[in-house]
């Protein structure tokens, strides 16, 4: 089916250049994780701390992640500073496994080899569901659901909070 149905037909050998002309082509960048995140009472979030591609859509989660986490250490922490050191230990290794991980799945989508490809689908066709399950498991489980929430959430969808999350004065370090 053609997406431009309006186009006369008299224009029909031009519609396939019509839309490739209107295609955009945006490379996609990645950087390899980085130690620090911040500094004093400043920290990074989400692509800014850890960019990744999209391979395999864990940019969002994993901002959302870091939040969670971010509020569970400056709920528990007597200052900013210690909070946002603490934030950046605890999300490095995560942040760090879905880049790479990201990246190594990326680059074998982008094989180009004939050969190689037949390869590649013939491994991911013939795989055993449980291989593959077990293979998103270890995306999202380690260190993400469970203990994210554990540690934030009083119940589910309820974030934690008391008396002293409100009263708490944060001095400058």
């Excluded at 224009?11 to 996609?28: C, D, E």
Aim: proline share 8%; glycine share 6%; hydrophobic share 40%.
């Amino acid at each position: 089916m053609c997406p431009f149905p309006e186009i006369p037909s008299c224009l029909t050998p031009m519609k396939h250049s019509l839309l490739l002309n209107l295609l955009v082509r945006t490379p996609i960048y990645d950087r390899p994780p980085v130690n620090r995140w911040g500094t004093g009472r400043v920290t990074l979030l989400g692509d800014a701390a850890y960019a990744t591609t999209s391979t395999l859509g864990q940019g969002a989660c994993l901002a959302i992640e870091s939040a969670l986490v971010l509020a569970g250490c400056l709920r528990r922490e007597n200052s900013v500073e210690p909070a946002l050191r603490r934030y950046e230990r605890d999300r490095q290794a995560r942040t760090s496994r879905i880049i790479y991980q990201s990246w190594s799945m990326g680059s074998k989508i982008q094989w180009q080899h004939p050969l190689a490809c037949w390869f590649r689908d013939c491994v991911i066709r013939w795989m055993p569901r449980r291989w593959h399950l077990r293979a998103l498991e270890n995306i999202i489980a380690p260190g993400c659901v469970d203990r994210v929430w554990a540690e934030n959430m009083d119940a589910p969808g309820t974030l934690q909070t008391g008396a002293d999350s409100h009263d708490r004065t944060f001095h400058p370090g």
